[in-house]
């Protein structure tokens, strides 16, 4: 079996857009990421609601509704 050649394993520091950090491990020093846990839809819950706006304005269109 050859030796060495494994890469180098890290405590990598995990930078998010929205300035969530953490560390996990992984062969780079560094990584920097657009969307966490902190910041997803999914996660956050924002997409259930967004998508519930959008079906209730599709059904007010629909049916003339206004909202005065």
Do not use: W
Not at 36 to 52: L, M, N, R, V
Request: net charge positive.
């Amino acid at each position: 079996m050859r030796e060495n050649i494994q890469p180098k394993y890290y405590q990598a520091k995990v930078t998010c857009n929205c300035g969530n950090e953490f560390v996990t491990g992984s062969t780079k020093q560094e990584i920097h990421v657009e969307v966490c846990s902190k910041c997803h839809p999914y996660y956050t819950g924002q997409q259930k609601a967004a998508a519930a706006r959008g079906r209730i304005d599709k059904f007010n269109r629909k049916y003339g509704i206004t909202n005065d």
